[in-house]
């Protein structure tokens, strides 16, 4: 699943731990370290636009709210999102569109604006939740591809025509 790093080149990387079930590892935040990425989380502050601190590790990851996992490091803020060059959004599906139905509390759709507008926003699902339309409104952020165990890296929305990358 690293392989889009090497196509997006990205120095920073926002992602997230992934918790029941979601898709991603915390392998997949230590690979990108590895590749000398600089890894952000989130951190949940209410309803707000997430707050992120530096990943260092798993041994860097405490217990939180909601049963999610978050970096103990200093809180950089919201605006740090603005220092990725890629943003890894969870999903619980997303459209050849770019829309993107995430878990419903809003923390993403609160944070997304946030993001570097050159920033490559990937929503992060299994192959089964890649879908053809779901409903999308007019102030929703779009992603820019989705990446599937079974199909990669795709571009999305504008992006491209829903095929891999």
Do not use: K, Q
Not at 5 to 32: H, I, M, N, Q
Request: contains cysteine; charged residues 20%.
């Amino acid at each position: 699943m690293l392989g889009w790093a090497e196509r997006c080149s990205p120095r920073v990387v926002a992602a997230y731990v992934p918790v029941r079930g979601e898709p991603g590892s915390t392998a997949l935040l230590d690979a990108l370290r590895a590749a000398s990425c600089r890894v952000l989380l989130p951190v949940v502050v209410g309803a707000a636009p997430l707050d992120w601190a530096d990943y260092t590790g798993a041994d860097s990851l405490d217990r939180a709210r909601y049963g999610l996992l978050e970096p103990n490091g200093p809180r950089l803020g919201a605006a740090e999102l603005g220092a990725a060059d890629a943003v890894l959004v969870p999903a619980l599906a997303v459209d050849e569109r770019g829309v993107r139905l995430g878990r419903g509390a809003g923390h993403y759709d609160r944070s997304l604006p946030l993001a570097d507008p050159a920033a490559r926003l990937i929503a992060v699902v299994r192959d089964a939740e890649f879908v053809a339309e779901l409903p999308g409104e007019e102030h929703d952020v779009r992603m820019h591809a989705v990446i599937t165990p079974g199909r990669g890296l795709v571009a999305v929305g504008g992006g491209g025509d829903g095929h891999a990358v």
